[in-house]
């Protein structure tokens, strides 16, 4: 059973914009904060942002100002709107669910439920 789906990557030059969706299944969507990690090859994924069920919201600082996060409850998904993208936001990005917004740390720790991933890439 298919919980999370990514969409709305693609190839963007820097300083555009590129808008990222994850459609959540309503069992997982109910009740879980959200939020999306990034990686490239070779190094571990790492958090750009969450948000709770109630709308608060965590960045890594590198995109605080430049990436918004929001979901939402109605339509069971979240968004993460990027803008004033850089090269060095290219990576894939996952989607995922966790029951406690205050467990989503800068490296994902007991994350069980995951997108499949959507590529971004940003050329200079």
């Known amino acids: 059973q298919v919980q999370l789906v990514e969409s709305g990557g693609g190839l963007v030059q820097a300083g555009g914009s590129l808008r990222l969706s994850c459609l959540a299944s309503p069992s997982t969507f109910s009740g879980n904060a959200m939020g999306w990690y990034r990686q490239t090859p070779g190094k571990e994924r790492e958090l750009v942002a969450a948000i709770s069920t109630g709308g608060t919201t965590k960045y890594a600082d590198s995109v605080k100002g430049r990436f918004t996060v929001s979901r939402d409850n109605a339509e069971n998904t979240m968004s993460l709107q990027m803008n004033s993208l850089k090269p060095e936001d290219t990576a894939v990005y996952y989607c995922?669910?966790?029951?406690?917004?205050?467990?989503?740390?800068?490296?994902?720790?007991?994350?069980?439920?995951w997108g499949q991933g959507t590529q971004v890439t940003v050329s200079s």
């Open positions: 995922m669910a966790h029951p406690w917004f205050s467990g989503i740390s800068y490296y994902p720790t007991n994350i069980r439920i």
